[in-house]
């Protein structure tokens, strides 16, 4: 029933197929670890706020210039919101580049972390209308 080169034949697919999963399981490793020390950063368009991320996308530094002290609490509290917002894109932009080159952006994997990702960003503030 069997001969001699059908058990080759076997064995030889058993083997590519642990390469493949070895070669899948270090190259998600390596995403992991790039994953893990990424830190993104940005600064408000007129330079008062500037918010540094790291890779979960928690703040990690707040710099506040000494002119926000002029602005109202609200516009302080929405372009603090906003710079956030916009280090976290900063962030998921480079999360969705890494995991698209290591693992493809078709692949299942890769589009479940890229989505966790972006549920992890902080909505933009409405901006309010000023009347008058």
Do not use: C
């Amino acid at each position: 029933m069997f001969d001699g080169r059908d058990l080759d034949d076997a064995e030889r697919l058993v083997d590519e197929w642990q390469a493949g999963i070895d070669e899948r399981a270090a190259r998600t490793r390596e995403l992991s670890a790039q994953l893990g020390g990424l830190t993104a950063e940005a600064r408000s368009d007129d330079g008062l706020v500037t918010v540094a991320v790291n890779a979960s996308g928690t703040i990690t530094r707040l710099e506040l210039a000494e002119e926000i002290r002029q602005r109202p609490a609200d516009e302080t509290a929405r372009k603090i919101l906003g710079t956030l917002h916009a280090a976290q894109s900063a962030l998921l932009a480079q999360a969705t580049t890494a995991t698209e080159e290591a693992l493809g952006a078709d692949s299942p994997t890769a589009q479940a972390i890229i989505a966790s990702y972006a549920a992890r960003q902080t909505p933009v503030p409405p901006v309010e209308r000023q009347d008058g």
